[in-house]
């Protein structure tokens, strides 16, 4: 068994290698794919995982979300981030 990936604001995420980022023209939104499963991806958290380019840390994600989203509470912004790409880093989606 693997260790648990702990994502904080300084973790640099990517999807994993055999994770792939796809618009699903069927039903016209965004999904993580990978074989035997599919994450459909609602608006924001497309808008995350676009930005998880493995160069860029959580910190410069948050940012970018700020200005794409500028009525949003930054604190706000950190805590759904922090929430979803824990969620994917444990069930290996994204990888630091």
Do not use: N, Y
């Amino acid at each position: 068994m693997t260790a648990r990936t702990d994502i904080d604001l300084e973790t640099v995420p990517r999807l994993a290698p055999h994770m792939r980022l796809r618009f699903d023209q069927t039903r016209q939104t965004w999904a993580v794919q990978a074989p035997e499963r599919t994450f459909m991806l609602d608006t924001i958290a497309h808008a995350i995982i676009s930005r998880c380019d493995g160069a860029t840390s959580i910190v410069g994600v948050v940012d970018g979300l700020c200005v794409a989203f500028p009525g949003a509470p930054r604190g706000l912004i950190e805590k759904d981030v922090l929430v979803l790409l824990q969620r994917f880093a444990d069930k290996g989606v994204v990888i630091a």
